[in-house]
């Protein structure tokens, strides 16, 4: 478990918890530990995700499965969401209740979220409605719920909860959007993980849907014919990129994660709070947007 987190990490939902306490007047010293009960949570799994993934490397580190075998990795994230949990024993009762509700709505989502990920790897019949339930689900509703928890520690309106949880969610859907596209064009160097892993695995990601929708009928045919082996061959990558690349679905990816961004800043403006207040959420979605790791 401390291996984990002493990997680092930018712990943009444990700050978002903060942000969101502080934008409505709340109390910081009372978000702090629920603030880390989400970022326990988080690294519990991208633990287990790295078990399923079978990836070497988290942060340009070693996995915690390779380091310290398949079943501690197991044992530690397991351990990791019980710890999450008591972080939030200090709340007020009602604060305690409304925050535990949201929480293990987001936690119950996530798993759901990374089941869907998994089907989907083999699964042929895969539609663009279906890849934005998934990723609502394993990577929105957690940023979702960091906003609405700080909110809910503040004890804001109902309507501000809701607004800023749901800049959260569509937040989440453009950065796993970026996540996705970063995969393939971003620095790999700086992101520390292996080069076009997707396409390794077969994850059905922004960029396939985009290609399959772009594509003539002979390139969707060869997407779909590599999608349907799971191996390191580099070939696979050459001729999947290739694909994507003369599909131009970089930008058209782009123009998407902005899209969900404005989707987002709208609901920010639906917040009863002075405009200087919302400047910050304003930067932390450019930063979102512009990440290179």
């Given at each position: 478990m401390n291996y984990i987190m002493s990997l680092g990490g930018k712990r943009i939902r444990p700050v978002m918890v903060l942000m969101a306490c502080d934008m409505f007047g709340g109390e910081l010293n009372d978000a702090i530990k629920p603030a880390l009960g989400l970022e326990f949570f988080h690294n519990y799994s991208l633990m287990h995700d790295d078990i399923m993934d079978r990836a070497p490397l988290r942060r340009n580190k070693p996995t915690v499965h390779i380091v310290y075998g398949i079943n501690a990795g197991i044992l530690s994230g397991d351990g990791l969401i019980f710890k999450s949990y008591k972080f939030f024993e200090d709340l007020e009762d009602q604060v305690f209740k409304k925050c535990l509700k949201v929480f293990t709505k987001s936690t119950i989502l996530v798993c759901e979220g990374q089941q869907y990920d998994i089907n989907f790897e083999t699964q042929q019949n895969v539609t663009f409605d279906d890849y934005i339930k998934?990723?609502?689900?394993?990577?929105?509703?957690?940023?979702?719920?960091?906003?609405?928890?700080?909110?809910?520690?503040?004890?804001?309106?109902?309507?501000?909860?809701?607004?800023?949880?749901?800049?959260?969610?569509?937040?989440?859907?453009?950065?796993?959007?970026?996540?996705?596209?970063?995969?393939?064009?971003?620095?790999?160097?700086?992101?520390?993980?292996?080069?076009?892993?997707?396409?390794?695995?077969?994850?059905?990601?922004?960029?396939?849907?985009?290609?399959?929708?772009?594509?003539?009928?002979n390139e969707v045919k060869e997407l779909e014919h590599w999608y349907q082996k799971k191996t390191d061959n580099i070939d696979?990558?050459?001729?999947?990129?290739?694909?994507?690349?003369?599909?131009?679905?970089?930008?058209?990816?782009?123009?998407?994660?902005?899209?969900?961004?404005?989707?987002?800043?709208?609901?920010?403006q639906k917040t009863e709070i002075p405009e200087d207040k919302k400047i910050p959420f304003i930067e932390l979605a450019k930063y979102l947007l512009k990440r290179e790791s």
């Amino acid at each position: 478990m401390n291996y984990i987190m002493s990997l680092g990490g930018k712990r943009i939902r444990p700050v978002m918890v903060l942000m969101a306490c502080d934008m409505f007047g709340g109390e910081l010293n009372d978000a702090i530990k629920p603030a880390l009960g989400l970022e326990f949570f988080h690294n519990y799994s991208l633990m287990h995700d790295d078990i399923m993934d079978r990836a070497p490397l988290r942060r340009n580190k070693p996995t915690v499965h390779i380091v310290y075998g398949i079943n501690a990795g197991i044992l530690s994230g397991d351990g990791l969401i019980f710890k999450s949990y008591k972080f939030f024993e200090d709340l007020e009762d009602q604060v305690f209740k409304k925050c535990l509700k949201v929480f293990t709505k987001s936690t119950i989502l996530v798993c759901e979220g990374q089941q869907y990920d998994i089907n989907f790897e083999t699964q042929q019949n895969v539609t663009f409605d279906d890849y934005i339930k998934m990723i609502d689900a394993k990577t929105a509703a957690l940023i979702s719920s960091a906003l609405e928890i700080g909110a809910l520690i503040s004890k804001t309106s109902m309507k501000n909860s809701e607004a800023i949880s749901n800049f959260g969610k569509h937040l989440g859907i453009a950065f796993q959007m970026m996540d996705d596209y970063l995969d393939v064009f971003g620095d790999q160097a700086q992101l520390g993980k292996k080069h076009a892993g997707d396409i390794y695995e077969n994850k059905k990601t922004l960029l396939y849907f985009l290609a399959k929708e772009h594509a003539s009928e002979n390139e969707v045919k060869e997407l779909e014919h590599w999608y349907q082996k799971k191996t390191d061959n580099i070939d696979k990558v050459y001729e999947v990129e290739k694909i994507f690349k003369k599909n131009k679905v970089d930008e058209k990816a782009l123009r998407l994660i902005k899209e969900h961004t404005d989707i987002a800043q709208s609901f920010l403006q639906k917040t009863e709070i002075p405009e200087d207040k919302k400047i910050p959420f304003i930067e932390l979605a450019k930063y979102l947007l512009k990440r290179e790791s």
